[in-house]
């Protein structure tokens, strides 16, 4: 049962601090999305990659947010430095390309983070 | 991006049927009508979708009006495990649009046993 997964499941870190996110999309599938959901914005996209090259990332902050495809396996998120208000769920999903691209995405079981 | 009105909540009994209306006026012609589920703790996953014509699958049907400004989904027999947020999606059919899912408020659906 092929899945995405996400490291860590929770993390909870100081202001300041480095946190890093990691996704393994479903083999395959060469479309990766990192999605953050919080109790006041809801689920909104940071950031899109296709083939490993980002596509979108115009929903990320571009000051302390790095997203990466280092290869097809492996997508990571990065905020640095980390601040409160980076608290969230974070999800990664994955999606193969297809003609008509409206295709059904695979989600992730989420990295909560938590940023004292 | 098209906007899509959903009920903020709604409960169901057990082993009945569930229809979870959405609005989409500003639908365009080619904008697909993407139905998503988050059970509590997790991700989003799949239910179903559709463009014009009625759908079915093993977890759900989609009815779509003729005029496309609204669209229903229809549980069959709810389940406790389909208690969850169930979001209405719009997803543009061409141009660079096409791989976003904008998601709203959705609907929290109750199941009582």
């Known amino acids: 049962d092929a899945r995405v997964t996400q490291t860590p499941r929770d993390k909870v870190t100081e202001m300041g601090q480095e946190v890093t996110m990691r996704c393994q999309p479903i083999l395959g599938h060469n479309t990766v999305f990192w999605y953050r959901q919080t109790m006041m914005q809801g689920l909104e996209l940071l950031a899109y990659f296709r083939n490993r090259a980002p596509l979108d990332d115009s929903g990320m902050p571009k000051d302390r947010f790095s997203a990466e495809m280092p290869d097809a396996t492996l997508a990571t998120l990065k905020i640095q430095p980390s601040e409160p208000r980076d608290s969230a769920v974070y999800f990664c999903?994955?999606?193969?390309?297809?003609?008509?691209?409206?295709?059904?995405?695979?989600f992730g079981p989420g990295t909560r983070l938590t940023v004292l | 991006d098209a906007k899509t009105t959903q009920p903020n909540s709604m409960e169901s009994n057990e082993e009945e049927p569930v229809h979870l209306p959405c609005n989409h006026s500003?639908?365009?012609?080619?904008?697909?009508i993407h139905w998503y589920r988050q059970l509590p703790s997790q991700g989003p996953e799949y239910v179903i979708h559709g463009l014009t014509s009625n759908v079915n699958n093993r977890m759900a049907s989609l009815a779509i009006a003729e005029d496309r400004k609204s669209s229903t989904l229809i549980l069959h027999r709810a389940t406790l495990r389909d208690a969850a947020v169930y979001y209405c999606i719009l997803r543009g059919g061409r141009g660079g649009s096409n791989y976003k899912l904008t998601f709203g408020k959705g609907t929290l659906l109750t199941v009582n046993p």
């Open positions: 999903a994955s999606a193969p390309l297809s003609a008509g691209a409206n295709n059904e995405q695979f």
């Open positions: 500003t639908i365009s012609g080619t904008d697909y």
